[in-house]
């Protein structure tokens, strides 16, 4: 059993459906993400992210009582921090949710926007535990002069780190290309880590899916599942970013840990035969050292103990996914002791709360 501190890597806010329109709805309409009170004829609350549709309902699970705290936590931060009590969780990395959705919208004003609009609404709701509830920003990739001016004016704000698109769209120049490395050196120099999460990329997310769609959930859940190890590979590692930002930090939010192997196994294989073969840039360090530079959260992947033969236990940190819908509250300590219970006390408690702790340079209780 853990020796008592929790916290959590990878948590969320649920943004108040007014959020947005309120400030922007004059100028950009029914464009602005907002709450549809039904769609193609389900009359259940679904929320427009600027370009899909989700179930509201779908986003948390349980009974009635526990929806209603759930969603309220994600709103209200003194909910938030008595469901944390309660839970026995010390500290959040919290980001959003929402606002993941709308990063996919074609209309990059309005994204930015949003995105600023967020981040204003975040540092407030974090501002009630400044110790506790560590708030990511939004940064938007489509025009680095705009990402840079808000991960500096947010990271001045307090918030501890940034959620980019997870890929750059495809009429952008990929992340490896050097127009970026301005943004890297100001998230490097800030100490800002920067998170590819889940849902923000080109892969669509299997809760847009409705109707006669959602035949292609499999396909839609392995390709969300799936997305970052690409990026990291091709743009980050290969792509030279990690060699021209030694001390960037990366975060694979949400993408659990049990490809990790294949994915390490596939890379160094392009590394030794495929890259030499194709001529490809040769890079500084074997790919596996540039694992320190990158953390990856799990809520309850089983598969854990095959990738601590491969992967530093000191770069994988536990999250809630708290209050989604597969969040561990509130049963955080059960779903903790049946995941990591049967490892080393360390490195059961490294993964629980102090690489977390150490890589967003968090202050821990006494």
Known sequence: MTSGTIISGDS??????ELWTKPLGAKYG????????EFNGDKTDHFFTGIEYIRIDEVVEGDEELQKKLIASGTDPVVRLACMDEDGVWGEIVNSTWMLYSMRTLNDRLVEDCCQVFN???????????????GTSMIHMADIDWAIRELERTAKLGLKSCIINCDARRDWAPYQDKVYDRFWACAQELDQPVTLHIITGNEIDLFVLQGKDRINVPRSSIGVFAEAGPVLANEFIFGGVLDRFPKLKLVCSEYEVSWLPYWLFRTKQIQDDFGPAMGIPEIKKPAEEYLSQIYHGLIDDPYLDKVLDVIDHKTIMWGSDFPHARCTYPNTRDVIDRVF????????????????????????PD
């Open 12 to 17: 969320h806010v649920i943004e108040p459906a």
């Open 30 to 37: 029914d464009a602005v993400p907002h709450i549809m009170k």
């Open 120 to 134: 204003d609404w975040l540092v407030e709701y974090c501002s009630q535990a400044p110790k506790r509830l560590y």
């Open 341 to 364: 219970g049967h490892l080393d006390a360390e490195v059961q408690d490294d993964i629980v709360y102090r690489n977390c702790a150490r890589f967003y340079n968090m202050e821990l």
